[in-house]
Every structure is written in C-alpha cells, then in structure tokens.
C-alpha cells in the first residue's frame, strides 16, 4: 500500500506521489514569535514530525523548511509594551519555540528561515505579481502593496469559498487606497517608528502571506510537495499564499495537509489558561515524551480538546509501554529495534497518518509482551520488545533513544538504584522478622519521594512515578 492523504484543497484523500522521485518535500508554516510557544503551538510540530519520521521510514529524503515570523504588528506591540528593541522579542521567542521543539523529540528542520533574512526575495516576487496585472501599489503614497483579488479567477479555491461572498480583508490602515476590500496586502507601508525596509514602492515591512510564498519557494522550488500548517492558518493565511504564488506562475504546493486545532474545555485557549499551558510549565509536570505521545496519540486531523485528566491518562499509557520495555530488558536484555515495523502499523500510519490505529497496534504488542513475560517466553518477549521499540521510534517515542534515555539521566538513575536497592533490602528483612508496620513505612515513604514499588515473582521491582 501506498502512503496517502487528506488534502484540503482537492477535499479528499489523495496517494501521496512526490514531485521528484524519492524525494518529498515539506514546507509548515512556523512561529510567530510573539510569545513563548503554548501546547496549541506546538501541536503541529509534533504531528508534522511524525510525518516526516514516517516519510523518512518510507524510504523518501525529506526536506522540511519551517519558516519562523519574526516581525508582525504583535510582536511590535510586545516590544512598545516592553520597552525592547522588537528583534529581541522575536529572537528570546524563537529560541523558547527551538528549545519547546527540542524537548518534544521534534527533529530540527532541514533549514528555518526568517522572514526578514528574505526581502530582496519578497520584492522579486512583488516585482513579478505587478508585472504580471496581480498586484499594484497603493496610491495614496502609503508604501502599501496588495493583491488584486479580482485579476485572479481561483482566489478561493483552497477554504472553498466564493468571492462574493468574502469579506474585505480589513489588514490595514488605508483600506480606501484598495481598487477592492478583498485586496490584502503583500507588503505593509512604513509608520513612524517602525522597522522598515526599502521597496521600488516605498520603504515597509513584510505582510505575512508574502513572506511564506518567498521562502517556501526559495527552498524547495517553484513547485514543491507538502504545504503544512493548522487549520486556523487555511483562511486567510494559506489561501493567500497559494493565490500570489500562482498569478505569479508557479506551481507551488501539491498537497495542503493541516493540523485540528487544540482547544481548551470546549473553546479555544482562553488568556487565562494560557501561562499554565506554557511548554516550559507543562514540562514540570509530565515528561516531554509524555506530552509527546499525549499530542501524537490523536489524529492530526481531530480536534484536541485538552484536559489535564486527557494528559495523565496518555502519560500513564505511555508509563504502560515503557514498563514492558524495562521488565523485558531485565529478563531477557537489550533488545535493539526490529529493522521492520509490523504491517497493521504501516498501514494505519499510510492511512492518511492513522497514529490512533497506529498506537492500538503498539499497545497489542504491550498486552501481549505482558503475557509472554508473565509465562516466561522470553522469545516472543524479546521478539515483541524489538518491533515495540522500531515502533515507538517511528513515532518519536522510544524510550530507549538515545533522545529520551539521556534525558533521564541515566547516571543519576543508577545513584537511584543503588539507594532504592538499600531500602528494599531493609524493606525486605522487615518482612521477614514480621515488622509489616516498619516493611509498610519504608514503601509509603519510597511513594512519597515519587518511587513506586511493585512486588513480583522476581522480586520486588520499582520505578519513578512523576506528577
Ligand atoms: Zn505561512
């Protein structure tokens, strides 16, 4: 079976056949530095992540450009409301949003540009559009470039909609100098005070759209695979986008796939929940991996509604995976990963990114395992552990990685382990001379410093407990 995927613009599934053979590549759209990055921020880096691994596991070379924003009107006003220069809120931002990606096992794009690193870029661009009857500059001396909605008959191909029927794109201060509502700017006029760049037009800024369709282009090529992005971005961010690049003449992306939106108790993330669901406080309570397999258990494509019970229950799954892991290692050793992963699993994951029919095959081989330990197989144990761990790296969860293990502090595990050893022996000898009440105490205060013990045939075992 081939891979394939829920395309939005054609509105069905599509096979998956790049533009050069072997070869897909990727573009998603990144960070608006503005703020530190949120877990709705960040969903769409693990769900992207996750098709790429899987694209590379498919045997394609993946080239994934992940464009970071680095100035727009938000991040102005945090810099007037700070009193910084605006490229220091952009940059302090950008590396929160580099080292929330890191800590989630999303691996680095093959390059992320900035928006401002490519105006000579977006002036070519510009260039081509007004030459080409697309775009004119505004004529009330604003230094404003727009779109001209009209001269191109698909605007509204991509979200579905009709033109008459749109609003007017209400992205600036001289709508009156618009030949159309609809128009948006591909380039903002200088304002006083504000960062500007000089245009044949006049000196400005960059408007977002523009900026993705020049750096997508410039790294992948006129025409490319996979466009990217969460659903709130299809209007009017990437229908925008595929309109300039395509008056422009260029074949731009094949496929548009989007991420669902995270929501919060039904709604979209309020303010107020806002700090609590920071990536920087949400991993003091779980363990990156954990809040890695929370965001990749879902569909990509499903709406996820975030709870902090929705949370514990996917770190205590992914506590379920990593306990089999770790008892079959004790009973039969390492186990390396199996060079395939089984077919149930490739196919939910050809299946338009299925991670949830994915995951049920990865926890059949768990209940399974449990049961082959239990009865003291250890081949099929073993057996079971290798396509386990070829799974879970797929997805970017191997415990055993060299990404997670080394995040554990392998080192410190073993000071642990000698220290819990020394209070399970005196555990031990409690219980034989029938001191329960002192056997109990020393277990209650092992589980108050977040060890829990179980007992077993082998004896009694223990790992950490978190949150
Ligand atoms: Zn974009």
Not at 190 to 197: I, L, T, V
Not at 296 to 318: K, P
Not at 326 to 345: C, I, M, S, W, Y
């Amino acid at each position: 079976m081939s891979l394939r995927f829920y395309d939005t613009r054609a509105r069905q599934v599509r096979e998956f056949t790049p533009l050069h053979e072997g070869c897909a590549s990727l573009y998603l759209c990144g960070a608006t530095v503005q703020a530190p990055p949120h877990i709705g921020h960040i969903r769409s880096g693990v769900n992207f992540d996750v098709l790429r691994r899987w694209m590379s596991y498919r045997g394609y070379s993946v080239t994934l450009c992940r464009n970071v924003t680095d100035i727009d009107d938000k991040i102005l006003r945090v810099a007037a409301d700070q009193g910084v220069q605006w490229w220091a809120v952009s940059d302090r931002n950008q590396r929160a949003f580099t080292a929330a990606y890191d800590a989630l096992g999303c691996l680095p794009p093959t390059v992320e540009p900035r928006a401002t690193g490519h105006v000579p870029e977006m002036i070519a661009l510009m260039r081509r559009l007004i030459d080409r009857g697309h775009a004119y500059a505004a004529e009330d001396g604003s230094g404003d470039v727009y779109f001209d909605v009209m001269s191109y008959p698909e605007y509204g191909a991509l979200s579905g909609q009709r033109v008459d029927h749109m609003l007017g794109a209400g992205d600036t201060d001289s709508e009156s100098a618009k030949r159309d509502p609809r128009d948006f700017a591909l380039w903002k006029g200088a304002k006083p005070g504000e960062p500007s760049w000089e245009t044949p037009w006049g000196s400005g800024r960059p408007g977002w759209h523009l900026e993705c369709s020049a750096m997508s282009t410039k790294y992948l090529g006129s025409a490319f695979d996979v466009h990217g992005g969460g659903l709130d971005l299809v209007f009017p961010h990437h229908e925008n986008e595929l309109a300039q690049s395509r008056a422009a003449g260029d074949g731009f992306a094949r496929y548009w796939m989007h991420n669902g939106l995270l929501i919060t108790g039904g709604e979209k993330m309020s303010k107020s929940l806002g700090n609590s669901l920071l990536i920087s406080e949400m991993v003091r309570r779980v363990r990156p991996v954990e809040l890695r397999y929370y965001l990749a258990q879902a569909h990509y494509r499903s709406v996820l509604d975030y709870s902090e019970e929705a949370l514990g229950e996917a770190a205590a799954a992914y506590q379920r995976v990593e306990g089999f892991l770790t008892r079959a290692a004790e009973l039969v050793g390492p186990v390396e990963p199996a060079a395939r992963v089984p077919d149930a699993f490739a196919s939910a994951l050809d299946d338009d990114l299925g991670t949830a029919q994915a995951l049920a095959v990865v926890h059949g081989h768990v209940r399974e395992g449990n049961g082959a330990l239990g009865e003291g197989r250890k081949e099929r144990a073993a057996e079971l552990a290798a396509e386990l761990r070829a799974m879970l790296g797929v997805l970017g969860l191997d415990p055993a990685s060299g990404q997670w293990a080394a995040g554990d502090g392998q080192g410190l595990r073993d000071v642990v382990d000698a220290l819990v050893s020394v209070a399970l022996e005196q555990r031990q000898a409690a219980r034989q001379r029938k001191d329960y009440a002192a056997a109990d105490a020393i277990r209650d205060r092992l589980a108050e410093a977040g060890v829990a013990v179980e007992d077993t045939p082998q004896g009694p075992r223990w790992e950490l407990r978190r949150g």
